[in-house]
């Protein structure tokens, strides 16, 4: 699972990552940035499937960045302050979200949950495309003296019956 941290505390997002590191085998940070700008630009490289956002009081998460993120179908996490209005425009925005200073139990549960949900969406990708790609195969069953005999729709030039 590739992840992106974006945020300005650079101790905490070092410690996140540190973090991520030593307990998470299928967790790879692959960018840490400071302005959402920077990963705008960054989601045009690759495409993370879960971003950690360090949230600060007085700086909002643009709305054109969160359609991106949402049309990449990328799972968001925001590390905000105990802020009833912080929590109040992320709810509505529909992102999870937890508190700081950061509760690492809480962090793990969260990450596990947006692992679990990508692994499902992902399968389920992979089955869709699996379907489409096996066109299946028309056939049509022919009854014989002590057997039905399916013969493909491609094979028949022409089809006349002795009765009915």
């Known amino acids: ?44 490289k690759t495409t993370p499937d879960l971003i950690l956002i360090d949230v600060n009081i007085d700086i909002e998460i643009p709305a054109g ?30 992102i999870k979200y937890i508190t700081k200073p950061v509760d690492f139990t809480e962090l793990r549960i969260s990450i596990n949950k947006s692992y679990v949900g990508i692994s499902k969406e992902k399968e389920l990708e992979q089955i869709l495309t699996r379907i489409k790609s096996t066109t299946p195969k028309k056939r049509i069953a022919i009854p014989q003296e002590k057997q039905i005999q399916m013969v493909s729709v491609q094979d028949i030039m022409y089809i006349e019956a002795d009765i009915n």
Not at 74 to 94: C, G, T
């Open 1 to 44: 699972m590739k992840c992106f941290l974006i945020g300005d505390n650079n101790d905490l997002l070092e410690g996140i990552e540190a973090y991520l590191q030593a307990n998470f085998f299928y967790v790879r940070v692959c960018e840490k940035l400071n302005s959402y700008a920077e990963a705008e630009k960054m989601l045009y």
């Open 65 to 94: 960045f969160l359609r991106k993120v949402r049309k990449a179908a990328i799972d968001v996490l925001a590390i905000i302050p105990n802020n009833p209005s912080v929590i109040k425009s992320l709810e509505k925005h529909n």
